[in-house]
């Protein structure tokens, strides 16, 4: 039984946040379209009416944002709740480091768990107050006059460049951020589509301060992440044939269609626009049995969120597979990296975990423990859901109420695509 039609995916998560959040530094309205519904984005689109940021729907699918222009209330501890979402806390301290007031961003309690000093430091170094306990959260931020800094980040973080590059954009002069290797380049692509002035040389970012400008419109394309559990799955089950519509396809969002291609899944991938960022189709088919591969660390942050449903695709692989310092999946949702082993090694993956790589074996047969356990993380919730229809077995699967975090219409997709 396979996966077999077409789909279009949720908005891009990545890129809704940003939207909503740089709407507080940008003049003008916009109308989005298609904007990711998860709780994630929730959370942003709730601290940016906190700020007194105006958001109505509009039409099917649409949602009219007013830009505040760095202009909102003077606020004395206001308190933000950023729910289980790492980018909106660390994209919103970067705005709120040169803003006026005083600002408390607390979320849940896997939110709290994640390290947040990796973006405190650099805001501090700007000259904004950022305290937050141990490390993590809750931040409690002090705006204040802010100075451009030549910045190089210790890991590769598309989040922790994001909060610099938008602080940056409040600065008294340019802010440069060098990266290590490349990130997700969503946020400067947003400020230089909203009117903005980022120059790229390489690794090299500089950010000209300045206040954005809203376009009237903008259709959010979807988000190949979510696209990716269907589209690993078509590579693993016989007979499927999947296509994501409309999606991301942005160098550093699709790591691992790269990855599938060279394992041997046969991938096609149409481009339909390319402005802000490029936007097309993807299909995945079964081409046979997929062999092992060797994922290297610059490719890491082109596929980070995907590595759950890639290891999946490894356990169904002839020999060995491994990825390269893999350490950032420690400080997701979860400890993610021995989720995987521990979740996926209970189903028969043979897999170890030495230092920051990750080795599997297969192919495997699967086998099917009593229950499995996400650990409330999304990503292996729905990374489970797939194992079991690879396998052709249903067991209980604990805390997928999480998908909902970034894919509410999962199941939906999955009726959809399943044919049984």
Not at 233 to 260: C, E, H, Q, W, Y
Request: glycine residues 10%; aromatic residues 6%; neutral net charge.
């Amino acid at each position: 039984m396979p996966f077999v039609g077409s789909f279009i995916p949720p908005g891009d998560k990545s890129v809704s946040h940003r939207l909503i959040l740089m709407a507080l530094l940008a003049e003008g309205e916009t109308v989005i379209k298609g904007l990711s519904d998860g709780e994630d984005v929730a959370s942003s689109l709730k601290a940016f009416r906190a700020l007194g940021g105006e958001a109505k729907p509009e039409g099917e699918n649409g949602l009219r944002i007013k830009g505040l222009a760095g202009h909102w209330p003077y606020f004395d501890g206001l308190e933000i709740d950023c729910g289980n979402s790492g980018t909106t806390m660390r994209l919103l301290s970067g705005i709120l480091a040169g803003s006026k007031g005083r600002y408390i961003l607390d979320g849940d309690d896997q939110l709290r768990r994640r390290p947040m000093e990796r973006v405190a430091k650099p805001l501090r170094l700007m000259g904004a107050r950022v305290d937050c306990h141990n490390g993590r959260p809750p931040l409690t931020i002090e705006g204040s006059s802010l100075n451009g800094i030549n910045f190089s980040p210790a890991d590769a973080s598309a989040q922790v460049k994001g909060a610099v590059l938008l602080a940056g954009l409040l600065a008294h002069s340019p802010t440069t951020v060098t990266e290590i290797s490349p990130t997700r380049a969503h946020t400067e692509r947003l400020i230089n589509y909203f009117h903005g002035q980022v120059t790229i040389e390489g690794l090299k970012l500089t950010v000209s301060p300045g206040i954005l400008r809203l376009p009237p419109t903008f259709n959010t394309p979807g988000d190949p992440s979510s696209a990716a559990y269907f589209l690993t799955a078509a590579a693993i089950i016989p007979d499927s044939k999947v296509m994501a519509k409309n999606i991301l396809l942005s160098t550093g969002r699709i790591g691992f269609l790269k990855v599938l291609s060279r394992m041997g899944a046969q991938v096609s991938i149409t481009l339909t626009s390319d402005t802000p960022e490029p936007i097309g189709d993807v299909s995945v088919a079964y081409s046979g049995p997929l062999t092992g591969a060797e994922v290297l660390a610059p490719e890491i942050p082109t596929l980070i969120d995907e590595i759950p449903m890639l290891a999946l695709a490894a356990t169904q692989a002839h020999g060995e597979t491994i990825f390269r310092q893999v350490d950032e999946l420690r400080v997701k949702e979860t400890d993610r990296l021995m989720s995987i082993r521990h979740q996926l090694g209970a189903l028969g993956g043979r897999m170890s975990v030495e230092g920051d790589d990750l080795f599997i074996k297969g192919p495997t047969s699967f086998i099917l423990p009593e229950k499995l356990d996400s650990g409330r993380d999304h990503r292996l919730a729905m990374t489970l859901k797939m194992a079991l229809y690879a396998a052709k077995a249903q067991i209980p699967i604990l805390g997928t109420e999480s998908i909902a975090i970034s894919y509410p219409n999962f199941e939906e997709h999955l009726n959809l695509l399943w044919r049984n």
